[in-house]
């Protein structure tokens, strides 16, 4: 009996010496791999957490952000800084941040909250969008081909859709395409790297040798209709409601 019981020790013990570790040492590095991905892009998503309301001046941003915040329209005013608040809803909150539009201070601030933001809300006066195209054109060619961008929704408001000049918002999107490509050919003319760092590489948009078009980018570009005058912001409730 105890020869037989030393037997089929000595057989398991040849058994577990016979197994192959490569498979199992494999798998726990795959394993391993997987976690610090899943880390990794969690912490980058956990460090994005603002939305970012920009634009030209006039557009109604600072008006947006009240309605969204405060639920009142309020009188027409430049901003020359920016305006911050928490934004609420569904039991979730996130910091809204409104950009000034001022050409002066817009690029600056928009540095400052770049790197934080999971969202960014470009709002466009439907009614001058035609005469102010080129300027329009460029501040959001500035936004979506920063490298600190590159992962952020964008929406595409197209604000005061109660006038009745206003450019519907495929209007306004097929202008903006337009405009942007000869905005791409005339920056990457003039493009030049020496003295950037990581961090603030641009990043030529769209496809080479073909027409520029939203759909070719990084980016989830959309674009709606409202009016903050009317209180009519479903459109954005909504988005930012799916992102937060």
Not at 76 to 99: P, R
């Amino acid at each position: 009996m105890d020869k037989l019981n030393e037997n089929t020790r000595e057989r398991k013990q040849i058994k577990l010496g016979e197994i192959d570790t490569g498979p199992i040492l494999v798998a726990l590095l795959l394993g391993f791999i997987a976690v610090a991905i899943f880390v990794i892009l969690r912490r980058r998503s956990a460090g994005r957490k603002d939305f970012l309301l920009t634009g030209l001046s006039e557009s109604g941003k600072s008006a947006i952000f009240m309605q969204l915040l405060h639920g009142k329209f309020p009188a027409t005013f430049t901003s020359i800084k920016e305006n911050v608040g928490d934004y609420q809803a569904g039991g979730s909150s996130a910091k809204l941040v409104d950009i000034p539009g001022h050409y002066r201070v817009r690029d600056k601030c928009f540095e400052l909250y770049k790197h934080r933001a999971k969202g960014i809300v470009f709002v466009v006066d439907s009614v001058t969008v035609q005469k102010e195209i080129r300027d329009v054109a460029d501040s959001l060619y500035t936004i979506l081909s920063d490298s600190a961008t590159q992962n952020c929704s964008v929406l595409v408001l197209c604000n005061k859709q109660d006038q009745t000049t206003a450019k519907s918002s495929q209007v306004i999107k097929t202008l903006l395409e337009k405009e942007i490509h000869t905005v791409r050919d005339t920056r990457s003319r003039k493009l030049q790297s020496v003295g950037d760092d990581d961090a603030n590489k641009t990043i030529t948009l769209g496809k080479p040798g073909r027409d520029f078009e939203f759909s070719h980018i990084a980016q989830n570009v959309q674009f709606v209709e409202a009016s903050a005058k009317e209180q009519e912001l479903n459109t954005l409730t909504d988005w930012l409601a799916r992102l937060l």
